[in-house]
């Protein structure tokens, strides 16, 4: 979710553009690291490998952050039918900066009710509002004004994004930000391009011509996790209001801000009222209350699986359609031929970057025997020489975890993995005193049922594996309940060809990790999900298939 699939030098091309845009030096920021040792292999990843030199662990300093300038900037409310508003029963809940876990703004939170009269007002602007009722291309037109301000405002977004979320400002405003509005101007094109066809129909049918349109659901739930906040919601806001729907979007109790700002934005666009709603509030309470709302067509989630679960038997009463895109537990299988050193700093991206709280993270690396010691040893070294400290840092490579429900889940797993017999090589600790920081770990030697191998951990933390063979590491790969991503280091084609058929995942990098494009489905086999984000395939499922038949009288020559 960070970088689009550019290949070979487009990439920094890319990402130096994006850098620009947001007014950042992309040197600044040592974003423009390229991966060059594997035959015609480029990768932007967020620092070269380091030397063998290791720091003592210090506890992160913070700057100053003025919380109360940043916070009054945005309206803090609930976005209804066009206007910002409080919840009904004026209940609110805090959100924190991770960096000390203080609470610094008071946020609304939405409960039933207020779900309820966004949906009143969802419902009557696409029952009654212009929104379905504009051709494609005015839609298009509103959705690439969008995108222009979200651009325009990239500093401010980016500086809303980290400071939720805890990741480094210069991945919001490299990554983050100018990734949404590409996104955004993707399906903006696609706007007057959703149509459907006609079909001469006969003789059985008698002379028929048969008109088959492409309708919007009408009005879509989506819940939108805290790990990604405004890419989420480009992610899923883009095909959804492309193809005419109106929208009642849930956003995570932990990064509230930045999508209620995006909801400004839209408005600011010319988005009609009532098209584009934003409730913050709790999975449990608003989270629900959209999965299960009778008057919400589609429901779209990102996030754990276990919720997904739960989506599934809420929407399932009204036979309501629904796509997952859920968790992962991606195998990164590094091959006897690969260049060790691009290996090892690609496994260590695939899993660290964004603090580890990334779907597709690669947290289950599996390298093969002969170069299984080596390998270790420099994974370690890279991960001490990991630069944590404040997002706000020019230099900083990870900032704290999102909550200290994270926090505190990820410490437990680490003495746990440790319990089961993994060798605990560096970290698994608390970084300082104050706030959500957790120190880069690795551990050797894990098997296939230690917890940190099968479950989920959402956190900086390695776990490698050993494998001898080829049809070996394939099955144990597959042998995960998930299937979103997989990858594979290596320049041997017998190696890519076998493991990227056979691995059963919905996407699969190649001497590379975390790529993107707007254009290339993404999704997950087994308990990842279902349905498909980006591409056109998204589009059908915020879309319906009508068929009308017409009798022709006679004569009709051309049938």
């Known amino acids: 979710m960070r970088q689009a699939a550019l290949s070979g030098g487009r990439v920094v091309a890319h990402m130096n553009r994006a850098y620009a845009s947001a007014n950042v030096s992309p040197a600044a920021h040592t974003a423009a690291y390229v991966f060059r040792p594997t035959a015609s292999v480029a990768r932007t990843c967020t620092r070269g490998f380091r030397p063998a030199v290791v720091a003592a662990a210090a506890a992160p ?70 929104w379905p009722r504009m051709t494609g291309r005015e839609r298009g037109q509103i959705l690439y004004k969008f995108a222009d301000l979200m651009e325009q405002n990239t500093h401010e977004l980016a500086i809303l994004e980290s400071l939720d979320n805890g990741k480094p400002l210069s991945a919001s405003k490299g990554g983050d930000v100018p990734l949404s509005v590409e996104h955004l101007r993707y399906y903006a094109g696609w706007a007057d391009k959703i149509h459907g066809s006609v079909v ?127 968790g992962g537990k991606s ?42 010691d080596e390998f270790v040893k420099k994974a370690v070294v890279r991960a001490q020489n990991r630069k944590v400290g404040d997002p706000f840092d020019d230099d900083t490579e990870q900032g704290p975890q999102v909550s200290k429900e994270q926090f505190d889940k990820i410490l437990q797993m680490c003495k746990q993995g440790e319990e089961q017999g993994a060798k605990l090589e560096c970290g698994g600790k608390r970084l300082g005193d104050k706030g959500y920081y957790i120190e880069p770990t690795v551990f050797s030697n894990v098997e296939d049922d230690n917890i940190i191998a099968t479950d989920e951990i959402f956190g900086p933390v390695q776990s490698i594996l050993k494998w001898s063979t080829i049809d070996e590491v394939l099955e144990r790969a597959n042998k995960s309940e998930y299937g979103l991503a997989a990858g594979i280091f290596s320049n041997n084609v017998d190696y890519i060809n076998s493991l990227s058929r056979g691995l059963q995942s919905g996407t699969v990098w190649v001497n590379t990790w975390n790529q993107f494009d707007a254009a290339v489905p993404f999704g997950g086999y087994k308990l990842s999900g279902i349905g498909r984000e980006h591409g056109e395939e998204v589009l059908s499922h915020y879309t319906q298939t009508k068929a009308v038949y017409i009798p022709l009288k006679d004569p009709v020559k051309w049938l």
């Not at 691009?342 to 660290?352: M, Y």
């Not at 993270?361 to 093969?368: E, K």
Request: glycine share 10%; hydrophobic share 45%; proline share 6%.
């Open 61 to 130: 300093q913070l700057k100053e952050i003025n919380h109360s300038d940043i916070a009054n900037k945005v309206k803090r409310q609930l976005l209804i039918n066009g206007k910002f508003v409080d919840a009904i029963g004026g209940e609110t809940f805090g959100t924190e900066d991770p960096r000390t876990g203080e609470v610094y703004a008071e946020v609304a939170e939405a409960q039933e009710a207020d779900v309820d009269a966004a949906v009143k007002a969802a419902r009557e602007a696409f029952d009654h509002g212009p």
């Open 200 to 326: 001469g129909c006969g003789p059985s049918s008698g002379k028929m011509q048969a008109t088959i349109y492409k309708e919007p659901l009408g009005v879509v739930g989506q819940i939108i996790p805290w790990n990604f906040p405004i890419l989420m919601a480009a992610w899923k806001l883009g095909p959804a209001l492309a193809a005419g729907n109106c929208v009642v979007m849930k956003v995570a109790e932990q990064t509230p801000l930045s999508a209620l700002r995006v909801g400004e934005l839209a408005l600011e666009a010319g988005v009609p009222a009532g098209v584009l709603n934003i409730v913050p509030g709790s999975g449990e309470v608003a989270g629900a209350a959209v999965a299960k709302h009778p008057g919400i067509d589609k429901v779209a989630f990102t996030g754990s699986t276990e919720v997904g679960k739960l989506i599934m038997k809420q929407a399932a009463d009204r036979i309501k359609p629904v796509t997952l895109e859920l």
């Open 331 to 372: 195998p990164c299988i590094i091959c006897p031929d690969a260049d060790l050193d691009t290996a090892v700093e690609g496994a260590h991206d695939a899993l660290f970057f964004n603090m580890g709280q990334c779907c597709t993270a690669g947290s289950r690396t599996f390298v093969h025997e002969s170069i299984y």
